[in-house]
Each structure stands twice: as structure tokens, then as C-alpha cells.
């Protein structure tokens, strides 16, 4: 079983930048692979980005790519999602995700084991 807890939310203007912070429960942190989703209001859950288990595998949904980075601390057992350039069309729930494997990327949110609760970003025009 993994738990996973999201930090780092908040209410940012266009242009600003956020930090979100997952940190997991559990020995085996660097056996999972990690993937980010945000859900804005009215509208389906959509794939962020992506990281594996070693954190030498990513990948990042076009609308973010050169924006957002995701990475991870398998000693703080804590999975990242650095946030540039932000525009109002990311407000979203943002929630981390992880999966058993320690290898590969993963985009679709059935692929997932674990999820945190999320935390919302709001970002303002």
C-alpha cells in the first residue's frame, strides 16, 4: 500500500510559478512509477506528466511541455512537479499518482494504483 499526500497548491498569477509536492508512505518508493493529472472543473482528468521509478524516464502533456517539470527524491520518498509560466487555463485540481512498476512512463490514469487527494492551483488572469 502507498499513501500519497499533495502539498504546494495556492492561487498564483498568470505568469507566476508553483512548486507541488507528493510525498509517499511506504519502503519502495523508488519501485514506483509516478505520474501528475489535474482535473478542472467541468471537465475530464488529464495526464500532466510523468516520471519513472529511477527518475531517468519522463514525460509531459504538449499543453506543458517547456513549462512544467516533474522530478523525484527517492530518499525524501517525494515526487515533484516544478510549475512555470502558468497560465489560468492549468486551474485544476492537480493529484499524483503511482504505479508498482519501477519501470516506465505511464499517461493514462487507469494505469495508475495509488492516488493522492489533490490540491488546487488557481491561477489568475
Known amino acids: 500500500q502507498v499513501q500519497l499526500v499533495e502539498s504546494g497548491g495556492g492561487l498564483v498569477q498568470a505568469g507566476g510559478s508553483l512548486r507541488l509536492s507528493c510525498a509517499a508512505s511506504?519502503?519502495?518508493?523508488?519501485?514506483?512509477?509516478m505520474g501528475w493529472f489535474r482535473q478542472a472543473q467541468g471537465k475530464e482528468r488529464e495526464f500532466v506528466a510523468a516520471?519513472?521509478?529511477?527518475?531517468?524516464?519522463?514525460n509531459y502533456a504538449d499543453s506543458v511541455k517547456g513549462r512544467f517539470t516533474i522530478s523525484r527524491d527517492n530518499a525524501k520518498k517525494t515526487v515533484y512537479l516544478q510549475m512555470n509560466s502558468l497560465k489560468p487555463e492549468d486551474t485544476a485540481v492537480y493529484s499524483c499518482?503511482?504505479?508498482?512498476?519501477?519501470?516506465?512512463?505511464?499517461?493514462?490514469?487507469?494505469?495508475?494504483?495509488?492516488w493522492g487527494q489533490g490540491t488546487q492551483v488557481t491561477v489568475s488572469s
Open positions: 499518482a503511482a504505479r508498482g512498476l519501477r519501470v516506465g512512463v505511464f499517461k493514462s490514469p487507469y494505469e495508475y494504483d495509488y
Open positions: 511506504g519502503r519502495t518508493f523508488s519501485s514506483y512509477a
Open positions: 516520471i519513472s521509478g529511477s527518475g531517468g524516464g519522463t
